[in-house]
């Protein structure tokens, strides 16, 4: 039944060292985002892919990264990461022209 | 960029009592969108709003898209312990349909 699903839920990685989460999606919709959320805070927009258009955010570091190989999957990749980038990462979707945005669960990002 | 302002930031209630949080914001909005987010989960999507006036229910959950397109409220009746958690509203933001501004949230504990 799971729609938005992200892999994997908790990551933990090195200081520096690369990682990348991943997300597939059932439902079919052409739209895919990377949002960030840091404890008790908002999540904030990295990036989208429109169809096969990739949408950075002005403010996202060039440290972080993303491919869309296909419709169903997209992939966040984290070229360096530093402490400041342990966060909670939620991929979304949403169909044309339709702004509900359907969540993962997240990917929990650990960095030692 | 657009802001919304989302208040109160947490409430403790206890349970059975009714809970009532709103949303503002500086620009129009042509949507509004409440999500709840349990710990270490993605945010889900409660209620969506997309014309001014429009009052909406979800089983006890309540909500409106204010006249002016500028604000929306949340309304839980009868609260219960599993309400507990954080709401999120949210619009469109940057003129596009598609890409979400979050409030910073209210955080919402039961006393049971």
């Known amino acids: 039944d799971a729609m938005v699903i992200q892999n994997p839920r908790y990551q933990v990685t090195q200081f520096g060292k690369p990682v990348t989460l991943s997300c597939s999606q059932t439902l079919n919709h052409n739209v895919m985002y990377w949002y960030q959320q840091k404890s008790s805070q908002a999540p904030k927009l990295l990036f989208h892919y429109y169809d096969k258009d990739f949408n950075n955010e002005a403010d996202t570091p060039d440290n972080f990264q993303s491919r869309r190989p296909n419709t169903s999957f997209c992939f966040l990749d984290i070229r360096s990461p530093g402490l400041g980038d342990a966060a909670m990462y939620l991929c979304?979707?949403?169909?044309?022209?339709?702004?509900?945005?359907?969540f993962g669960n997240g990917t929990r990002l650990t960095v030692t | 960029g657009q802001q919304l302002n989302q208040s109160p930031q947490s409430m403790f209630i206890q349970e059975g009592e009714d809970v009532s949080m709103n949303c503002t914001s500086s620009?129009?909005?042509?949507?509004w969108l409440w999500y709840k987010q349990d710990p270490g989960e993605g945010p889900v999507l409660l209620i969506a709003l997309y014309k001014a006036g429009e009052l909406t229910s979800n089983g006890r959950l309540t909500a409106q898209f204010g006249i002016t397109r500028k604000d929306s409220f949340l309304n839980i009746s009868a609260s219960i312990p599993s309400d507990v958690g954080i709401y999120f509203c949210a619009g469109p933001s940057g003129g596009s349909n598609y890409k979400l501004t979050f409030g910073k949230g209210t955080l919402l504990t039961v006393n049971p």
């Open positions: 620009s129009i909005f042509n949507t």
């Open positions: 979304a979707t949403s169909r044309e022209g339709s702004s509900p945005l359907h």
